[in-house]
């Protein structure tokens, strides 16, 4: 059984940065695909980004192109999500999730197998 567990959510400011971390157990991290998502009052949760098992390929969603970076490291069981540039319309819930099989490429949010709680992301306007 996997786990994960994000954290790092908080009150920013516009235009400011934080950064996310989700930590992994239970599971050999290494030979997963993870990703991120966040869910925003009154909305479906919506993909982010994604990174491969090695961490030399990602995948973003256009809305944070050159604002967000995941990255991951291996040898912590760790991911991380690089937030710049932050705006209103980011508050969400961050959730962090492992594909334990195909490609980190274009998944749908049912082809994600374990999913941590989330962490509140807060920007003020």
């Known amino acids: 059984q996997v786990q994960l567990v994000e954290s790092g959510g908080e009150l920013v400011q516009s235009g400011g940065s934080l950064r996310l971390s989700c930590a992994a157990s239970?599971?050999?991290?290494?030979?997963?695909?993870m990703g991120w998502f966040r869910q925003a009052p009154g909305k479906e949760r919506e993909f982010v980004a994604a990174i491969n098992r090695s961490g030399d390929r990602t995948y973003n969603e256009d809305s944070v192109k050159g604002r967000f970076t995941i990255s991951r490291d291996n040898a912590k069981n760790t991911v991380y999500l690089h937030m710049n540039s932050l705006n209103p319309e980011d508050t969400a819930v961050y959730y962090c999730?492992?594909?334990?099989?195909?490609?980190?490429?274009?998944?749908?949010?049912?082809?994600?197998?374990?999913w941590g709680q989330g962490t509140q992301v807060t920007v003020s306007s």
């Open positions: 239970g599971g050999s991290f290494s030979t997963y695909n």
């Open positions: 999730a492992a594909k334990i099989r195909g490609s980190y490429f274009a998944s749908p949010i049912y082809d994600y197998n374990y």
